[in-house]
């Protein structure tokens, strides 16, 4: 499995943009699906952005879809999700992981993982 960690969050005002990185070790980055999730306080840990092996295919939560870019560079083996127009409710602690398998797309928690220790995403009114 391939190592990640998640980084870029931070404080911004609504209306603003971030961009995280998902940084992975390991020869095998080009070989695994990435997927974005996050979870606000209190609230269960949902599903953002999905990017395939090649980046050929990209799927959207519909919260976010038209705001947010998934996109990944292979060969600094790095995800990258802009994050642009953001809103008070996309605080949250934003989370990258591969499934499990590699070339398998999906976006499925119990067919992902392990996790990381994410990367807080504050967005003020």
């Known amino acids: 499995q391939v190592q990640l960690v998640e980084s870029g969050g931070g404080l911004v005002q609504a209306g603003g943009s971030l961009r995280l990185s998902c940084a992975a070790s390991g020869r095998t980055f080009s070989s695994y699906a990435i997927d974005w999730f996050r979870q606000a306080p209190g609230k269960e840990r949902e599903f953002v952005a999905f990017?395939?092996?090649?980046?050929?295919?990209?799927h959207y939560a519909d919260s976010v879809k038209g705001r947010f870019t998934i996109a990944r560079d292979n060969a600094k083996n790095t995800v990258y999700l802009q994050m642009n127009s953001l809103k008070p409710e996309d605080t949250a602690v934003y989370y990258c992981?591969?499934?499990?398998?590699?070339?398998?797309?999906?976006?499925?928690?119990?067919?992902?993982?392990?996790w990381g220790q994410g990367t807080q995403v504050t967005v003020s009114s």
């Open positions: 992981a591969a499934p499990k398998l590699p070339y398998a797309n999906t976006w499925s928690q119990d067919r992902i993982g392990p």
């Open positions: 990017i395939s092996v090649s980046g050929s295919i990209t």
